[in-house]
């Protein structure tokens, strides 16, 4: 794999837009980050930003490089896209920080829908040799963030792809490029892809939908990630009455609330 193009690597720290995406470019409605930033839901991802970065501290100099996080679930279904996006937004707007958020479900990738990026190169081209990283790589307009999309379905099998030396070549370059990396992978229980994924990951967080996951499967999903290190699970699809509501802000200082 040759190195990052020059015309790429000197743009400073923002890449270039995503192709077709003009300054008002609409984005899906749930990624409240964006279009509901003040929102409880936009609260917790800070919140689960913040308890990541606390755990990537703990790890000291054992993490060398950005720090690569896969979400995934047990089973399809769960919200794991809308969980990474928004998180690898919280994280390009919450500091001078570079973050990088890249689809790595080359069987039904859902990223560029959410972004409303349309076709382009993704994955899928970088690791069949069609292109490079630094064509696959997007840059969002809102903060420092760089979106690799899914790309084409791969005729070959998806885990041989995401088991081979030009994943870890990608994952190796995007470490050097950003100072966080996040992977939406495809569910544990459903595919081979996220055994293959999470052993190359720092930290992997599981996502399971409230009221509909079995605690059996979500356990089984643990289980067949031994030995990778999960950071933790986030419960998707709460009702918005049990979360708390964020605290007003008053002339700089937060209130006590009702």
Known sequence: MS??????????????????????????????????PMSAAAEQYRILLHRLRHIRSLRGDAIQGGAIVAVTSAVRGEGVSLTAANLALTAARSRDARVALVDCDLRRGGIARLFNMGARAGLAEVLTGKTEVGEALGRYHEGHLAVVAAGRAPGAESASLLAGPRFAQTLSLLRTLFDEIYLDVP????????????????????????????????????????????????????????????????????????
């Open 3 to 36: 190195s990052i193009p020059k015309a790429v690597e000197n743009r400073g720290p923002f890449l270039e837009r995503i192709e077709g995406g003009a300054a008002e470019t609409t984005v899906d409605e749930r990624l409240v980050t964006l279009t509901a």
């Open 187 to 258: 569910p544990a229980l459903a595919t081979a892809d996220a055994q293959v994924v999470a052993y190359k990951a720092d930290g992997i967080v599981m996502v399971a939908r409230a009221g509909e996951t079995p605690r059996e499967q979500v356990a089984a999903a643990v289980r067949q990630l031994s030995g990778a290190p999960v950071w933790g699970l986030v419960l998707n699809g709460v009702e918005p009455s049990r979360v708390p509501a964020p605290l007003p802000v008053v002339k700089g200082h937060l209130t006590s609330g009702k």
